[in-house]
C-alpha cells in the first residue's frame, strides 16, 4: 500500500505534523518598544509543551513584557509570537501575515491565564463568581458545573471555605490562591505567573508557592513564571533564562543558574537577590 | 391676613399646588431616568475613537449653554404633536445626561487597570467586562455624585414653565396672577419644594454612607 492510501494522509500536509512537533511557544525576533525605550530587542526563544520556565533578571530587563505579549496586553512591536503551530501576535491573511484583529486574538488567548502581582480579583463579585465568571461566559459551563468547579479548585488551593467570601475579607495570600484557582478554573494550556508574591506580606508567600508547587506536580501545564523567588524557581523549573536589557543574558537549568552562573550579569543579578533577603 | 401665613386660603389653593407638585415631580422622575441612562450610554460610546470626540464635543456644547434656551429652542423647533410636558422632560433628560455622563466617565475612569487586565486574562466578552465587572464597581462609587444631581434636577423643572408645562411654578403664577397674594402662595411654593428635597438630601446621604465605604 502507498503512503497516499492511509487515511491520516487526507488531512492537509504537515499542518498536524508541525502543530505536534514545533515547540508550544515560538518568539521570533520579538521587539517591543514603548515610545524610545526597548524593552525586548529581536527576542527568539522557544518554550515546550509542558515545560516550565522561569524568568528572571533586573527589573525593566523585559521579563514581565514577555508575559504581558503572550496575554495579548501589548501588542509586539516587531517579530512575531507563535504558539502551537500557529500564528499568535499575527493572522494569515492571504498568502501573508497581518497583525491579529480583537476578534482572533479572543479566539486563540483563552488557552492562556495569567496571575497577576496585584491579584485583579474582581471586588464585586464572590469568589465562587469569581471563579464561575469565565467557564460560565467564555466556555459555556452550566452554572453548576461552573460552581462544582470553583469548589473542588478552591479545596486545591486550600479555601473551600471561602467559598462565599468577598476578596476584600481574605488576605493577600489568600486572595492570590483564589486567583490562581480563577486561572485554573478555565483549563489554561498555558499559565502566566507574573510576579504573583511581590505584592504579598513576606508570612503569606509561602502558602502561594505552595499552592503553585502543587499545581506544578499535578498537572503538565506549561508554566512562564517571572518570580524573585530563586528557592521557588529552583524547585519547579525546566528551565531559567536571565534577562537583561531587552534580551536573553544566559539560559540553562535552573541547578546550573543558581549553582554556577557562567555570565557575570547572571553573578551580579543573583548576588544583589540574595542580598536583598530573597 | 393672620400672621405670617393665612392658613385658611393655603387650604383653598393647596389642591391646585399640589398638581402642580405632582407634575414636577413626573418631570424629575422621568427626566432623572433620561438622564441616568442617557449618561451611561454616553460614557461607554465616549470611549470609541472619533465618535466618541465628537459627542463630547457636543456634551460640552449642551453644559455650556442655559438650560432655559434649550428648552425654548427645541420646544420652538419642535413638531406640534409633541405636548410641552414631552419636550421639557426630553430636554431636561438630555442635559443632565451632558452632566452625569462626566459623572460615569469619572467613575469608569476610577476602575483599576488590572480590573480590565484580569477580565482580558480571562478571555470575558466585551458585554460581561462592561457589565459584570468594570460598570457594577463604576457606578457604586458614583451614586452619591449622581444623587446630588436629583436634587439639582428637581429644583432646576421650574424651567419648564418657560414652554408652558403647567408645573407648580405655573401653578403658583396662576393663583398669584388670580388672587393677588403672592407671598402665600410662593412661601407655600418654597415649602414643598423642601418637603420634596430634604428627604430626598437624606436619603442620598444615607445612599453615600452606604456606597462610599466600601
Redesign the interface.
Known amino acids: 500500500m502507498s503512503p497516499s492510501d492511509t487515511p491520516e494522509n487526507t488531512t492537509a500536509p504537515g499542518v498536524e505534523g508541525n502543530a505536534a512537533d514545533a515547540p508550544l511557544i515560538v518568539f521570533d525576533k520579538v521587539v517591543k518598544r514603548f515610545g524610545d525605550l526597548t524593552v525586548l530587542d529581536h527576542l527568539d526563544f522557544n518554550v515546550e509543551a509542558g515545560e516550565r520556565v522561569t524568568l528572571i533578571g533586573p527589573s525593566g530587563s523585559g521579563k514581565t513584557t514577555i508575559l504581558r505579549l503572550l ?3 501589548e501588542k509586539v512591536t516587531e517579530g512575531h509570537i507563535n504558539i502551537g503551530g500557529e500564528p499568535f501576535s499575527h493572522m494569515p491573511r492571504g498568502s501573508g501575515l497581518v497583525p491579529a484583529s480583537e476578534s482572533y486574538l ?1 479566539q486563540r ?2 488557552s ?3 496571575v ?1 502581582q ?8 464572590t469568589v465562587r463568581k469569581n471563579i464561575m ?2 467557564p460560565v ?2 466556555l459555556g459551563l452550566s452554572k453548576d458545573e461552573a460552581s462544582e468547579r470553583a469548589a473542588e479548585l478552591l479545596d486545591l488551593v486550600g479555601l473551600g471555605d471561602k467559598i462565599d467570601a468577598h476578596p ?1 475579607q481574605l488576605s493577600g495570600g489568600q486572595q492570590q490562591r483564589v486567583a490562581i484557582a ?2 485554573l478554573a ?1 483549563r489554561p494550556e498555558i499559565l502566566l505567573l507574573d510576579e504573583v508574591t511581590s505584592a504579598l506580606d513576606p508570612e503569606l508567600v509561602a502558602g502561594v508557592l505552595d499552592v503553585l508547587r502543587e499545581v506544578a506536580e499535578t498537572t503538565d501545564i506549561t508554566m512562564l513564571c517571572v518570580t524573585h523567588e530563586m528557592g521557588f524557581a529552583r524547585d519547579v523549573s525546566h528551565r531559567v533564562l536571565m534577562f537583561d536589557k531587552g534580551q536573553i543574558a544566559e539560559e540553562g537549568h535552573p541547578d546550573q543558574i543558581f549553582g554556577d552562573p557562567r555570565e557575570d550579569r547572571t553573578k551580579s543579578f543573583l548576588k544583589s537577590v540574595l542580598e536583598n533577603g530573597h | 391676613m393672620s400672621g405670617f401665613l393665612d392658613f385658611e386660603y393655603t387650604g383653598q389653593i393647596m389642591p391646585d399646588l399640589l398638581g402642580g407638585l405632582q407634575i414636577t415631580v413626573q418631570a424629575t422622575v422621568i427626566g432623572y431616568a433620561i438622564a441616568l441612562t442617557l449618561g451611561l450610554l454616553i460614557a461607554v460610546v465616549r470611549r470609541v475613537p472619533v465618535f466618541g470626540s465628537l459627542l463630547h464635543f457636543l456634551m460640552e456644547f449642551i453644559r455650556t449653554t442655559p438650560l432655559v434656551i434649550q428648552l425654548v429652542f427645541v420646544f420652538a423647533m419642535a413638531p406640534a404633536n409633541f405636548s410641552p410636558f414631552t419636550i421639557g422632560v426630553v430636554v431636561l433628560g438630555i442635559h443632565y445626561a451632558a452632566y452625569t455622563a462626566e459623572v460615569y466617565r469619572s467613575g469608569i475612569e476610577g476602575v483599576a487597570k488590572g480590573q480590565w487586565e484580569a477580565s482580558r486574562a480571562l478571555s470575558l466578552p466585551t458585554s460581561r467586562t462592561w457589565g459584570a465587572v468594570v460598570l457594577p464597581q463604576a457606578i457604586r462609587k458614583v451614586i452619591p455624585a449622581l444623587g446630588n444631581y436629583l436634587i439639582a434636577m428637581f429644583k432646576d423643572t421650574p424651567l419648564l414653565f418657560a414652554i408652558g408645562v403647567v408645573e407648580l411654578l405655573a401653578v403658583a403664577q396662576q393663583v398669584g396672577s388670580r388672587d393677588f397674594r403672592y407671598v402665600d402662595t410662593f412661601t407655600v411654593v418654597g415649602l414643598l419644594f423642601l418637603v420634596v428635597s430634604i428627604p430626598s438630601a437624606i436619603l442620598i446621604r444615607r445612599l453615600e454612607k452606604r456606597y462610599v465605604a466600601v
Open positions: 496575554m495579548t496586553l479572543r488567548r483563552k492562556i491565564g495569567m497577576f496585584q491579584f485583579n480579583l474582581f471586588p464585586n463579585m465568571e469565565a461566559h467564555v476584600t480563577r486561572a478555565m
